[in-house]
């Protein structure tokens, strides 16, 4: 009987489909660094909700549920345990309005997705979110390795958008990492308006946290508690000084 594939190669071969040698290559160099350093990439999208929103493109039947509240507290938590990815800081996430959509197929859950509408959650490294008033931020969205593939996220994200314009939010702001081509697809297709992109660099050594913002001022949309974390414009000169 042949041996199973070690779940650390079962992951390089789904990053692999999924994202294309180009952003898999670029994925491994980054965990290479690790010890020395680490580093993000976002592109920053925002979704008129007082517009048309495009239909989502899911291949299957799915039933959309959307919890908030306090009503829906201990059901939100079930399904999440069931799914073994209840966050630490579930109950605050209730306690501040945020809004939890689980996707189905018949009884089985199979993708889940965060929506907040309170400023101050936060990227990576100190970098957290400016909310202005009627606008909401898409965060923590999941779906299970074996649906993969197949539009869900798309199904996802209509879902929490249609729910918070019924809730008087007018924009949703996000960010999709720009090594993820399946998400970065999704975006276009569904006619996501690009805000900016964000580079976050970590130097673990030196303990120094550098931003820098392409496309519109970091301080717009992202505020930082840290130090260490200087603004896009002084980011620019340190770190692009040969350009």
């Known amino acids: 009987m042949a041996s199973p594939v070690p779940r650390t190669w079962r992951r390089a071969l789904e990053i692999l489909r999924w994202r294309g040698p180009g952003h ?23 979704t008129d909700l007082e517009q048309p929103l495009s239909a989502p493109y899911a291949k299957g039947k799915f039933d959309v549920r959307i919890f908030s509240g306090d009503q829906d507290r201990e059901t939100a938590r079930n399904q999440l345990v069931s799914l073994g990815t209840l966050p630490d800081n579930f109950d605050l996430r209730i306690n501040r309005g945020d809004a939890l959509a689980t996707i189905f197929c018949g009884a089985e859950p199979v993708a889940f997705g965060w929506m907040t509408f309170t400023s101050g959650m936060e990227m990576a490294y100190g970098l957290k979110w400016i909310l202005q008033a009627n606008e909401g931020t898409q965060y923590g969205s999941f779906v299970l390795p074996k649906w993969r593939g197949q539009g869900i996220f798309s199904l996802l994200n209509v879902a929490l958008n249609t729910y918070a314009r019924e809730h008087g939010v007018v924009r949703s702001v996000g960010s999709i990492s720009a090594l993820n081509s399946q998400s970065l697809s999704m975006a276009k297709r569904l006619g996501k308006k690009k805000l900016m992109t964000i580079i976050l660099v970590r130097v673990r050594g030196l303990g120094w946290t550098f931003a820098k913002a392409i496309g519109a001022p970091l301080h717009t949309r992202f505020t930082s508690e840290r130090s260490d974390l200087p603004h896009a414009e002084s980011v620019h000169l340190r770190a692009g000084q040969k350009s």
């Open 24 to 46: 898999f290559l670029l994925l491994a160099l980054r965990e290479v660094l690790r010890p020395v350093m680490y580093w993000y990439a976002w592109n920053i999208y925002l």
